[in-house]
C-alpha cells in the first residue's frame, strides 16, 4: 500500500512531513533509534526542519557506525527514544507523514510510543518505496540512492536521516 491512515485533505492542500530515522539495527523489537530527522513541507516549500540524534541506551555496533557515521559520542546526552519521537511527533502535527519505506520507519516510532505506553493512532502517509514501485516497475532496485540517481537528486551524506529526508522530500 503506498498509503496507510485517513486523510480528507486534498494532497494540493496538504502539508507533508518528509522524514527518516536511524537505528541500531532492522528489527523494532531488539533494535533502537539513533536519529530522527524531516522536513516539513507546504506548497512545495521547506518551512520547517527537525533533526536530532537518539540515545538508544546500548551500545551502537561498529556495521551501524560504519553506514551511518554515527558514533557513541554523538548520541550520548541526546534524548531517549520516547521524547524524540514525541518531539517529532509534535513538530509533524497532523501532517500527512512521508517516508522511503514508510512502514521500517513508522514502524520504529510506533513501538518506540507502544512501549511508552502510548496507544499511537495511524498517521496519514506515504510510502516512496511503494510508489517508486508502482511508477517504476521494471527497475530492479529501489533503494534511496538508486531513485536519486535515476531522478537526478543530490543525495549527499546518505544514511544521515536529514540528508535522506531532503533527497526523499
Same mark, same amino acid.
Given at each position: 500500500?503506498?498509503?496507510?491512515?485517513? +486523510?480528507?485533505? =486534498?494532497?494540493?492542500? *496538504?502539508?507533508?512531513? #518528509?522524514?527518516?530515522?536511524?537505528?541500531?539495527?532492522?528489527?523494532?523489537?531488539? /533494535?533502537?533509534?539513533?536519529?530522527?530527522?524531516?522536513?516539513?513541507? @507546504?506548497?512545495?516549500?521547506? #518551512?520547517?526542519?527537525?533533526?536530532?540524534?537518539?540515545?538508544?541506551?546500548?551500545?551502537?555496533?561498529?556495521?551501524?557506525?560504519? $553506514?551511518? &557515521?554515527?558514533?557513541?559520542? /554523538?548520541?550520548? &546526552? @541526546?534524548?531517549?527514544? !520516547?521524547?524524540?519521537? *514525541?518531539?517529532? $511527533? +509534535?513538530?509533524?502535527? /497532523?501532517?500527512?507523514?512521508?517516508?522511503?519505506?514508510?512502514?521500517?520507519?513508522?514502524?520504529?516510532?510506533? *513501538?518506540?510510543?507502544?512501549?511508552? &505506553?502510548?496507544?499511537?493512532?495511524?498517521?496519514?502517509?506515504?510510502?516512496? $518505496?511503494?510508489?517508486? @514501485? *508502482? $511508477?517504476?516497475?521494471?527497475?530492479?532496485?529501489?533503494? =534511496?540512492? +538508486?531513485?536519486? @540517481?535515476? =531522478?537526478?537528486?543530490?543525495?549527499?551524506?546518505?544514511?544521515?536521516?536529514?540528508?535522506? !529526508?531532503?533527497?526523499?522530500?
Amino acid at each position: 500500500r503506498i498509503t496507510r491512515g485517513r +486523510s480528507d485533505e =486534498l494532497l494540493s492542500d *496538504a502539508t507533508y512531513v #518528509v522524514f527518516d530515522i536511524e537505528t541500531t539495527g532492522l528489527s523494532v523489537v531488539y /533494535d533502537a533509534l539513533i536519529e530522527i530527522a524531516g522536513v516539513k513541507i @507546504k506548497n512545495g516549500t521547506i #518551512v520547517g526542519e527537525f533533526s536530532t540524534f537518539v540515545d538508544p541506551e546500548r551500545p551502537i555496533n561498529q556495521f551501524t557506525t560504519d $553506514l551511518t &557515521g554515527i558514533t557513541m559520542t /554523538d548520541v550520548r &546526552g @541526546k534524548p531517549k527514544p !520516547a521524547e524524540a519521537v *514525541a518531539d517529532f $511527533l +509534535s513538530f509533524a502535527g /497532523d501532517a500527512i507523514l512521508v517516508a522511503h519505506n514508510a512502514d521500517f520507519d513508522l514502524g520504529h516510532v510506533y *513501538a518506540v510510543r507502544k512501549r511508552d &505506553g502510548i496507544d499511537e493512532p495511524e498517521h496519514p502517509s506515504i510510502d516512496t $518505496l511503494v510508489l517508486a @514501485k *508502482a $511508477l517504476w516497475p521494471d527497475r530492479q532496485r529501489y533503494s =534511496l540512492d +538508486s531513485l536519486c @540517481k535515476l =531522478l537526478k537528486v543530490n543525495l549527499n551524506g546518505h544514511h544521515r536521516a536529514i540528508n535522506d !529526508a531532503k533527497a526523499t522530500a
